[in-house]
């Protein structure tokens, strides 16, 4: 049956949403990008169905059944006659089969509301006290925690979840979601560590004021109901009188082309395909190696729906803008959840037992929230990611008693403002960074284990593509030689050593401090921030020769060129610090810089404007949506950066040199699948032609040997032919005064 791409998979029940629904089940990490091989995605549905419930000899990891002894508190009459005598019409998509199937519709509706009686009068000694949330606060937070990762967006008239009008009783949906372990110790629908307030304002958005009213169980039809639970072998899946479930063929007798893998009054519509992986996987022998448990179990949880591990899963660019941060400055990695590629390698096993069982965070800044999944679904994971994930040991031993001064003295100095200056970006021992307010640094050494802090610090956008953090240790080799010798293992070593201090380390040089003039000295200077003349995620570069640029990362343009004083940085506002020229720039466009000559309308794609009055921003996506990502960035050993981003499938390398104090040199370096075009937008404004490949503004003069793709007098476009492999241009910026 064809359905809608959007899932909801609500209180243990899952539902494909649109204008087409499904009645086969629907496990929710299936819909993302998963690893699954037919066999396995076979044991996950016999997992998630249930079936060794019924049938022995079936291996695996049964999902738990939801916990009945209170429902009938929480769940209305109504709704359960209802979804008993037809789970698959009332939910579309759920896994809880259809144990009547066989039955006329008489006698289907005469065991449902039996069953429904039985039910409803299994209800707690005393009532929950309900509240009123407020509706506007719960649709922001249903959009931003993470409940979209599982949960299609809702719309406004709320028919993608209207299944949960009339199934709640007023108070009860939001008690649920305040600890759903409790009810669902599988962990299909986790806790997302939602206050009372929060949880009755999610409550209020989705379902508004549900009916206060019991209904009233029959003392006739209760008895009837309870035999009827036994009788249908509900008891198989929820045990709630310790009665024995009825003996159901063995997996040896199974006939793998009757009963529930049929969709003739079987427990199960199923699809074809979930027909044939069942079957692969009962059939035939099948072992799994822990990787393959790890796979299967992430796409169970359906954790790949936000965390990418090796080249599976992810978040999707259907979802992606529902992932927010507080620091927009930091970039994705601020808003969308860290991989999982060798985790086990990267996590020491006492933090990661507090990230999966206890709920630490470090990203306070994310929106999005790690779920807890609770010990019986998270079985043997944290096992399995050690053994498979693990990296060759590396001990960086602490230093000797003789040692300690210099070492201790080296990574206070390696943190701060003169030297790699990571509290710009980065809070440290439960202090504020002066700029963007990166994860706290002290963490480092309680969380990762030493060969990964290694690898990460050599080469950060190996682990995280993209990530604006700079490589200090490009190839190996330290861009900062003033302090330790320029040693990098050394330098390693003392930041390991600083972390390990905790509450008594002290405050790196800058943490504190006051708005000031950066200057250059004899090294090329880069800073990161906030700027009105590069955007938020502004890069500033500094030269000896007192030339400098900003560049801004988050569209891949070159903003601004001015000559002089470098920039004065004010570390006091929100969020990222923000920089501004020392001296009056000559200002370039900020909007995107490439696009591909196919992808180029009639005018140029331009950035997204927000104001006071209209604080939102209308295309979160403005860069992405047009091909840009920004792929991060490089020193050479002078400090000068190469920046790297991708248009499409072409991969660019930015890298500017100046020649004088007035003209600065800017090389891309273009890699290209096959022959392509690609459009550079370098100027805007009143634009002179002066011949032989050079045009002016009122300050400046652009010269290039790339072709001018049109005439318009206020706009210069450059058509840039790609050859397959490397193609390399060059621009000259020079100023005029």
Same mark, same amino acid.
Request: aromatic share 8%.
């Given at each position: 049956?064809?359905c809608?791409r959007?899932?909801?998979?609500?209180?243990?029940?899952?539902?494909?949403?649109?204008?087409?629904?499904?009645a086969?089940p629907?496990?929710?990490?299936?819909?993302?990008?998963?690893?699954?091989?037919?066999?396995?995605?076979?044991?996950?549905?016999?997992?998630?169905?249930?079936c060794?419930?019924?049938?022995?000899?079936i291996?695996?990891?049964?999902?738990?059944a939801?916990?009945?002894?209170?429902?009938?508190?929480?769940?209305?009459?109504?709704?359960?006659?209802?979804?008993?005598?037809?789970?698959?019409?009332?939910?579309?998509?759920?896994?809880?089969?259809?144990?009547?199937?066989?039955?006329?519709?008489?006698?289907?509706?005469?065991?449902?509301?039996?069953?429904s009686?039985?039910?409803?009068?299994?209800?707690?000694?005393?009532?929950?006290?309900?509240?009123?949330?407020?509706?506007?606060?719960?649709e922001?937070?249903y959009h931003?925690?993470?409940?979209?990762?599982?949960?299609?967006?809702?719309?406004?008239?709320?028919?993608?979840?209207?299944?949960?009008?009339?199934?709640?009783?007023?108070?009860?949906?939001?008690?649920?979601?305040?600890?759903?372990?409790?009810?669902?110790?599988?962990?299909?629908?986790?806790?997302?560590?939602?206050?009372?307030?929060?949880?009755?304002?999610?409550?209020?958005?989705?379902?508004?004021?549900?009916?206060?009213?019991?209904?009233?169980?029959?003392p006739?039809?209760?008895?009837?109901?309870?035999?009827?639970?036994?009788?249908?072998?509900?008891?198989?899946?929820?045990?709630?009188?310790?009665?024995?479930?009825?003996?159901?063929?063995k997996?040896?007798?199974?006939?793998?082309?009757?009963?529930c893998?049929?969709?003739?009054?079987?427990?199960?519509?199923?699809?074809?395909?979930?027909?044939?992986?069942?079957?692969?996987?009962?059939?035939?022998?099948?072992?799994?190696?822990?990787?393959d448990?790890?796979?299967?179990?992430?796409t169970?949880?359906?954790?790949?729906?936000?965390?990418?591990?090796?080249?599976?899963?992810?978040?999707?660019?259907?979802?992606?803008?529902?992932?927010?941060?507080?620091?927009?400055?930091?970039?994705?990695?601020?808003?969308?959840?860290?991989?999982?590629?060798?985790?086990?390698?990267?996590?020491?096993?006492?933090?990661?037992?507090?990230?999966?069982?206890?709920?630490?965070?470090?990203?306070?800044?994310?929106?999005?929230?790690?779920?807890?999944?609770?010990?019986?679904?998270?079985?043997?994971?944290?096992?399995?990611?050690?053994k498979?994930?693990?990296?060759?040991?590396?001990k960086?031993?602490?230093?000797?008693?003789?040692?300690?001064?210099?070492?201790?003295?080296?990574?206070?100095?390696?943190?701060?403002?003169?030297?790699?200056?990571?509290i710009?970006?980065?809070?440290?021992?439960?202090?504020?960074s002066?700029?963007?307010?990166?994860?706290?640094?002290?963490?480092?050494?309680?969380?990762?284990?030493?060969?990964?802090f290694?690898?990460?610090?050599?080469?950060?956008?190996?682990?995280?593509?993209?990530?604006?953090?700079?490589?200090?240790?490009?190839?190996?080799?330290?861009?900062?030689?003033?302090?330790?010798?320029?040693?990098t293992?050394?330098?390693?070593?003392?930041?390991?050593?600083?972390?390990?201090?905790?509450?008594?380390?002290?405050?790196?040089?800058?943490?504190?401090?006051?708005?000031?003039?950066?200057?250059?000295?004899?090294?090329?200077?880069?800073?990161?921030?906030?700027?009105?003349?590069?955007?938020?995620?502004?890069?500033?570069v500094?030269?000896?020769?007192?030339?400098?640029?900003? +560049?801004? !990362?988050?569209? %891949?343009?070159? /903003?601004?060129?001015w000559? $002089?004083?470098?920039? =004065?940085? @004010?570390?006091?506002?929100?969020?990222?610090?923000?920089?501004?020229?020392?001296?009056?720039?000559?200002?370039?466009?900020?909007?995107?810089?490439?696009?591909?000559?196919?992808?180029?309308?009639?005018t140029?794609?331009?950035?997204?404007?927000?104001?006071?009055?209209?604080?939102?921003?209308?295309?979160?996506?403005?860069?992405?949506?047009?091909?840009?990502?920004?792929?991060?960035?490089?020193?050479?050993?002078?400090?000068?950066?190469?920046?790297?981003?991708?248009?499409?499938?072409?991969m660019?390398?930015d890298?500017?040199?100046?020649?004088?104090?007035?003209?600065?040199?800017?090389?891309?370096?273009?890699?290209?699948h096959?022959?392509?075009?690609?459009? +550079?937008? !370098?100027?805007? %404004?009143?634009? /002179?032609?002066?011949?032989? $490949?050079a045009?002016? =503004?009122? @300050?400046?003069?652009?010269?290039?040997?790339?072709?001018?793709?049109?005439?318009?007098?206020e706009?210069?476009?450059?058509?840039?032919?790609?050859?397959?492999?490397?193609?390399?241009?060059?621009?000259?910026?020079?100023?005029?005064?």
């Amino acid at each position: 049956m064809q359905c809608s791409r959007w899932l909801v998979s609500l209180l243990g029940f899952t539902v494909l949403i649109g204008s087409i629904a499904t009645a086969e089940p629907v496990i929710a990490g299936f819909t993302s990008k998963h690893p699954l091989t037919t066999a396995q995605q076979g044991q996950v549905l016999v997992e998630e169905l249930r079936c060794a419930a019924c049938h022995e000899g079936i291996s695996g990891e049964m999902k738990t059944a939801p916990d009945l002894r209170h429902v009938g508190s929480r769940i209305t009459g109504d709704y359960l006659k209802r979804y008993l005598s037809d789970p698959h019409s009332s939910h579309p998509g759920t896994t809880m089969p259809d144990v009547l199937s066989e039955l006329s519709a008489a006698e289907k509706e005469a065991v449902s509301e039996s069953i429904s009686h039985y039910l409803m009068s299994l209800t707690r000694d005393a009532p929950i006290t309900a509240k009123t949330g407020n509706a506007k606060e719960g649709e922001k937070l249903y959009h931003e925690i993470g409940c979209v990762a599982c949960h299609a967006p809702h719309d406004e008239s709320g028919s993608t979840l209207k299944h949960l009008n009339g199934k709640y009783h007023h108070g009860e949906l939001a008690h649920f979601l305040a600890d759903p372990l409790t009810t669902r110790p599988s962990g299909r629908m986790p806790n997302l560590k939602l206050s009372s307030k929060e949880a009755s304002a999610i409550e209020a958005y989705l379902i508004g004021k549900a009916p206060v009213k019991q209904s009233v169980p029959k003392p006739d039809l209760v008895a009837t109901g309870k035999a009827n639970f036994a009788k249908y072998n509900c008891v198989a899946c929820h045990n709630l009188d310790e009665s024995k479930a009825q003996a159901s063929p063995k997996l040896a007798d199974l006939n793998l082309d009757h009963g529930c893998l049929t969709n003739t009054k079987a427990n199960y519509q199923l699809s074809e395909s979930q027909k044939s992986s069942i079957k692969e996987f009962l059939s035939k022998p099948v072992s799994f190696t822990k990787d393959d448990h790890v796979k299967m179990k992430l796409t169970s949880l359906n954790c790949i729906s936000c965390h990418q591990r090796d080249d599976y899963g992810g978040v999707s660019q259907e979802l992606d803008s529902y992932f927010h941060s507080t620091e927009e400055a930091l970039g994705n990695e601020a808003r969308i959840p860290p991989p999982l590629t060798k985790i086990g390698g990267k996590l020491k096993p006492s933090w990661m037992h507090k990230v999966l069982h206890d709920g630490m965070s470090v990203r306070p800044y994310m929106t999005t929230r790690m779920p807890q999944y609770g010990q019986e679904a998270l079985k043997h994971l944290p096992e399995h990611f050690a053994k498979i994930d693990a990296l060759p040991e590396l001990k960086i031993e602490p230093p000797s008693r003789e040692e300690r001064p210099m070492i201790n003295n080296g990574g206070h100095l390696l943190l701060g403002t003169e030297g790699l200056n990571c509290i710009s970006c980065h809070n440290y021992n439960g202090k504020d960074s002066p700029g963007m307010k990166g994860y706290d640094l002290i963490w480092s050494y309680q969380r990762l284990q030493p060969a990964w802090f290694s690898d990460f610090m050599k080469n950060p956008a190996k682990h995280r593509p993209g990530i604006i953090m700079p490589n200090y240790w490009p190839d190996g080799k330290a861009i900062q030689t003033d302090i330790l010798n320029g040693d990098t293992e050394e330098q390693l070593r003392a930041l390991w050593f600083q972390f390990s201090l905790g509450r008594s380390a002290r405050d790196p040089k800058g943490l504190r401090s006051k708005p000031s003039e950066l200057i250059v000295k004899d090294k090329v200077r880069v800073y990161r921030g906030r700027s009105r003349v590069a955007g938020y995620r502004g890069i500033a570069v500094g030269y000896p020769q007192r030339l400098n640029y900003s +560049f801004n !990362a988050q569209n %891949g343009s070159l /903003t601004a060129i001015w000559k $002089g004083k470098f920039i =004065t940085a @004010n570390w006091r506002s929100q969020g990222a610090g923000d920089f501004t020229p020392a001296e009056r720039p000559i200002t370039l466009p900020q909007d995107l810089a490439f696009l591909r000559k196919s992808d180029l309308k009639q005018t140029w794609p331009l950035a997204p404007v927000t104001t006071k009055e209209a604080p939102e921003n209308p295309d979160p996506l403005y860069p992405k949506n047009h091909g840009f990502t920004f792929k991060g960035y490089i020193f050479d050993q002078y400090g000068n950066p190469t920046f790297k981003y991708q248009c499409g499938d072409l991969m660019i390398e930015d890298h500017s040199v100046v020649l004088n104090e007035k003209l600065l040199r800017r090389t891309f370096t273009i890699s290209s699948h096959k022959e392509d075009t690609l459009i +550079f937008r !370098a100027l805007t %404004g009143a634009i /002179t032609d002066q011949g032989g $490949g050079a045009y002016a =503004t009122e @300050n400046l003069t652009l010269k290039s040997t790339a072709a001018r793709l049109s005439s318009n007098p206020e706009e210069l476009l450059f058509e840039l032919p790609l050859s397959q492999g490397q193609t390399t241009y060059t621009i000259d910026y020079e100023l005029l005064r």
